[in-house]
């Protein structure tokens, strides 16, 4: 059993910075891919970005390539994603997520995930 917290969400302008936490409870974190989606109301839970176990292969979704960085720390048992260059359509809220299958794009490559964290970046 893996349990997520995300943390660091807030409200912003356009164009503003943050950097989001997740903070994972068990000893085999460092088996996990890790990964951050997003979701708006009325919309489905979209891919953001994720990171392999060892952190050797990350990929991002088109429209956040260039401004989001995902990281993380192992011995931390850690995940973040630092945004940059935030736009409204940015605003959402954020998930992170465990896989022990894959560092996959799907929702349904994850077993766990955290509560979410709102994000709102205005104009």
């Known amino acids: 059993q893996v349990q997520l917290v995300e943390s660091g969400g807030g409200s912003v302008q356009a164009g503003g910075s943050l950097r989001l936490s997740c903070a994972a409870s068990g000893r085999t974190f460092v088996r996990y891919a890790m990964g951050w989606f997003r979701q708006v109301p009325g919309k489905e839970r979209e891919f953001v970005a994720v990171?392999?176990?060892?952190?050797?292969?990350?990929y991002y979704a088109d429209s956040v390539k260039g401004r989001f960085t995902i990281s993380r720390d192992n011995a931390m048992n850690a995940v973040y994603l630092q945004m940059n260059s935030l736009q409204p359509e940015d605003t959402a809220v954020y998930y992170c997520?465990?896989?022990?299958?894959?560092?996959?794009?799907?929702?349904?490559?994850?077993?766990?995930w955290g509560q979410g964290t709102q994000v709102t970046v205005s104009s």
């Open positions: 990171i392999s176990s060892g952190g050797g292969t990350i």
């Open positions: 997520a465990s896989s022990d299958l894959r560092a996959g794009v799907r929702t349904r490559d994850y077993q766990y």
